[in-house]
Every structure is written in C-alpha cells, then in structure tokens.
C-alpha cells in the first residue's frame, strides 16, 4: 500500500501527457474502484466514479503541490466525489446494488476473484463481501469514510485527522472501534454462512 | 479495554511511524488495530474489471483531447479578435488620414513644401497640393481669429491674394 507514486508520471501529468495519467491510472486505479466500491456499495457507482475521477485528476492535477503526498491529495478528491454521489442519492433515492444485479448486470459480489478450484471458500468470500458492505453501511459515514481512507487510500492517522478536521486520538479511536464493529458483525455471519452451507 | 484520547493519540503517532513510548495497554491495541486492519484488507478486496479500468482510460483521453481541442479553440478566437482589431485600427486610421485635422489656435502648420516630401509626385499630386493650400489657409482662418486688429490686414490681404492663385488653380486644371 506503501508504494511510492512517480514523480515523472505526476510531472508528465502536470504537463498535460496522456502516458502520465496512464501511467497513474495503473497505479491508482484498482485502489480507487476499491474505495469507490467499498463507499457506495455500488458496483454501477464505482465504475462511473472511477471515470469521473480521471477527469477531475486531468482538471486538478496543476492545483496538486509536489512537496505533499499524492495520495492523500488523490484521495480526497475521491472521497469529495463519493461525497457528492451519496448527497445526490440521498436527494433521489435509487435502489442499492449489494447483491443484486445492477443495469450493467453486475454486482458488488461479481468482481470478486472466481476461485473454482474452491467452490466454497468462492462462495464464502463473496458471501462476505456481501455481508461486510451491509455491515459498512451502517457504519456512521464519517467512520465509514477514515476507514476506507485509511485502507484504500494508504493515509496516515495524521493525514485522517485532518481530513475530518478532528483530533488525532479520535480518528483512531474511531477506525478502531469501526473496524472492531465490522469484525464482530461479520464473525456473527460467518457462522451462519458455515452452517447454511452444511 | 477502553483506552482515553491521549493513549489513542499515542498509538496513532506509533502507528504513523513515530517513535513513541507505549504502555503495555496501549501495545496490545495497537497490535489489536494493526490484526483488525490487516483482517479488513483481506475482506474488503475489490479487484476493478477490465471494462472499468478501460473507461477509465477512455475517460483521460477524452478529457486531454478536450483541453486541447479547447485551447486550440481559444487560440484560433483570439488570434482572430486580434486580426479583427488590427483591421478595425487600419481602417479607422485610413479614415482619419482623408480628414482634415483641425488645428490648435497658435500653433504651426504644416508647410505644403514639407507636405511633398512625404508624399510621391504622380498623377494625385495637383488634388493633393490643393488639400494643402487649403489646410494652409484655414489654418491662416484660425490665427486670424485670434490676432489683434493691426497685425490682422497684412495676413488678410496675404491671404486674399492666396485665395486668388486658389481660384487661377482651379480655373487651369477644371
């Protein structure tokens, strides 16, 4: 997660090349979806806000200042971006597409890796993502949001907290009690998963 | 265990990285943060397909080609509007060049002698030495004006007899 961005990838961004914002995307773009996925639990969403994403870097990658980490910069445009998706959804409610196909015919379950030489550990992992985006979704937005930061966009405790405008203490007091939230849910499915499949 | 806000502090500076004095407490959730952390990456993995990485890509293509086309666009505008202005300038100049310019009370004329040493002798030159004699004049109307009786009726009488050659001009060349 700690891998270093190119500073001749973001240079040649800057200067309006397409190979640099190639080359970003290859870097970024998997982590990103992830965090878009994971955020709006919308495989449609995601897919759409990974586009939108590569053109608010092409518009803002001038504003980006070389002495700051690039990716807390890239994530925050993409947690705006989610922002805004999920005022927008508020304002006219659309179903969600968990496990259900969505108009692509995808679902959130479909990108997981296929594993048939294990059917079930296939169908348990999907069955967990599953149940860990119902689990995310009730997660208060903030500490939904510091935990994909911190997972996805690789930010330090620091770098959350001042995204959120809060203490440090409590950017992690809050991931760590999200996550503990979101252990304790999932091992409650995941017993019930393993009996279904008995 | 529930830890307070400076112990969370503590650990969020070890856990950036920082080095930092823990308690046995705080270790423990700190390695607890760093298990639950580990566990949600592996859950929450979420590998991007094929078709939304291309449009993606697609997505830079077309947002640089866009730019592009409108800085082209920008350009093209402005070099035009620059274009037009330099038109809009020449022919007001050239406007301006047929008019006569009236001139300030006391100041000089500009002699036709000096006049025909801009311009080319050709086929225009007898209307413009006319346009000369005339601007002479009026300036000559205009210092008149302005003189004081006594020193009026030399200029006057100059002027009379200028009116006159004027008038002998025409006659030749009509």
Redesign the interface.
């Known amino acids: ?1 700690e891998e270093k961005p190119s500073a001749a990838a973001i240079s040649q961004a800057q200067t ?1 090349r ?1 190979e640099g ?2 080359e970003l ?1 290859k870097r970024y ?2 982590r ?3 965090y878009f ?2 955020a709006t639990g919308s495989y449609h969403d ?2 759409d806000l ?6 608010r ?3 803002q990658i001038k504003s980006y200042d070389d002495h700051g980490r690039f990716e807390p910069w890239l994530f925050r445009i993409a947690a705006n971006l989610v922002r805004d998706r999920i005022r927008r959804r508020k304002a006219n409610p659309t179903r969600l597409s968990l496990s259900a196909e969505d108009e692509s015919g ?1 679902s ?1 379950a479909d ?3 296929d594993r048939p030489s294990d059917v079930a550990d296939g169908l348990m992992a999907r069955e ?2 599953h149940k ?1 985006q119902q689990a995310m979704n009730e997660l208060d937005e903030t500490t939904r949001n510091m ?1 994909l930061l ?2 996805f966009g690789g930010l ?3 770098e959350i ?1 001042d995204t959120f405008d809060c ?7 809050k ?2 009690r999200g ?2 939230t ?2 304790k849910r ?1 091992e409650g499915h995941k017993q019930e998963i393993i009996a279904e499949m008995m | 265990m529930e830890l307070n806000e400076e112990q969370y502090e503590r650990i969020a500076q070890a856990l950036d990285g920082r080095q930092v004095e823990l308690t046995d407490e705080e270790r423990q959730t700190m390695a607890c943060i760093v298990r639950d952390e580990d566990w949600f990456g592996r859950t929450a993995h979420a590998a991007a397909p094929a078709r939304a990485m291309g449009k993606a890509a697609a997505s830079i293509r077309v947002a640089l080609h866009g730019r592009t086309r409108i800085v082209r666009i920008i350009a093209n505008v402005s070099a035009a509007a620059a274009i037009a202005a330099v038109l809009v300038l020449g022919i007001m100049m050239l406007i301006d060049l047929g008019r006569p310019v009236p001139v300030a009370p006391g100041s000089q004329g500009i002699p036709v002698a000096q006049l025909e040493k801009f311009i080319q002798p050709g086929e225009h030159q007898a209307p413009i030495k006319l346009l000369s004699m005339d601007l002479d004049r009026f300036e000559a109307d205009v210092a008149l004006m302005n003189m004081p009786e006594s020193q009026a009726s030399p200029v006057k009488n100059k002027l009379d007899s200028l009116e006159n050659e004027l008038d002998d001009f025409l006659l030749k060349n009509s």
């Open positions: 997660m309006g397409a914002f190639e995307l773009g998997q990103l979806f992830g996925l994971r995601a897919e990974l586009g939108e994403m590569t053109l870097l092409v518009r995808q959130l990108d997981l890796p967990m993502s860990l935990i911190r997972h330090s405790f620091k907290a203490p440090l203490g409590t950017a992690l007091a991931v760590h996550l503990t979101l252990k999932l």
